[in-house]
């Protein structure tokens, strides 16, 4: 049996362009479908952050990229300036690869949502300068706060749970927490 590695793909589709990233520090990876991704290291956090969000257990997507050259992180900066990226889908796939490190069927996607957030950071250190972007990504279960921080009201958010997925049955969740706050927990339920 072939041992087989893993690759992490990112893709922002932006209005404008698609920046596509993979975790690793090598050279540019191509997918099956001949897309580009640019290597970026996501720091130790990111990855147990995707791996929440993989596993479900996390509703918002916090990464961190590292290692971007200067140049990347300018023109990202740059876009963000000019482009508002907040509400562009963000996709998370994963991708096996054969024993000769090339893609072995389609990748795997594990995590959408839209981009809430993007900061570009640089750091100075002793070995120069380093840049790093921040991400932030939603998806559809993340609950929305108002201005004033508020959670938004029942009918608002049925109303935002009905656009997002229209298919689906009317939203009762603002509904049903009400009615479990007076509830009581009998230990042990013998």
Known sequence: ?????????????????????????????????????????????????????????????????????????????????TSSVQGSPFVVKLQILDEDEQPDGDPIVVFTGEIDNLDVVDESSADGIRSMVNIEITNRFTLRTVTNGAVLSDVDQRARSAILNPSAADDEFCKRVPLMRDQTIKWPNW
């Open 1 to 81: 049996m072939a041992i087989k590695s893993l690759r992490i793909l990112c893709d922002a589709e932006l209005p404008e362009e698609t920046i596509r990233v993979w975790d690793g520090s090598g050279g540019r990876f191509v997918d099956g479908e001949g897309n580009i991704y640019r290597p970026a290291q996501f720091t130790e956090d990111a990855l147990q952050s995707l791996e929440a969000a993989i596993n479900g257990e996390a509703f918002t997507l916090a990464l961190s990229l590292i290692s971007i050259s200067q140049s990347a992180a300018d023109s990202i900066w740059d876009y963000d300036e």
